[in-house]
Nanobody, 118 residues
Framework: QVQLVESGGGLVQAGGSLRLSCVAS????????MAWSRQAPGEQRELVAQ???????NYADSVRGRFTISADNEKNTVYLQMTSLKPEDTATYYC????????????WGQGTQVTVSS
């Protein structure tokens, strides 16, 4: 199963920006869906953004217009560019991937913490 390692989290003031990175141990098999989810303490995990291998993207209403998911296939890396951050964006952010070749069973990274101060 592919291994995913996230980085880029940290502490930022409201209105600021962060870029999260997720490096995969190998090139994903297509078709696939790469995505970011987040989970705040005491809350359910929330799907934030998806990037389909054919190029389509999908965003949660709470982040649409502020977050952008993208990929660098040469680096086996998917990014989450986050702008206009709000305190309610504070959470642990997880990268994950589903591949048709592996039966769409998701592989998850270990998570990276994002804290937005007011």
């Amino acid at each position: 199963q592919v291994q995913l390692v996230e980085s880029g989290g940290g502490l930022v003031q409201a209105g600021g920006s962060l870029r999260l990175s997720c490096v995969a141990s190998r090139a994903p098999f297509s078709p696939n869906i790469m995505a970011w989810s987040r989970q705040a303490p005491g809350e359910q995990r929330e799907l934030v953004a998806q990037l389909f291998s054919e190029g389509n993207t999908n965003y949660a209403d709470s982040v649409r217009g502020r977050f952008t998911i993208s990929a660098d296939n040469e680096k086996n890396t998917v990014y989450l560019q986050m702008t206009s951050l709000k305190p309610e964006d504070t959470a642990t952010y997880y990268c994950h991937i589903r591949e048709a070749r592996t039966g769409w069973v998701p592989a998850w990274g270990q998570g990276t913490q994002v804290t937005v101060s007011s």
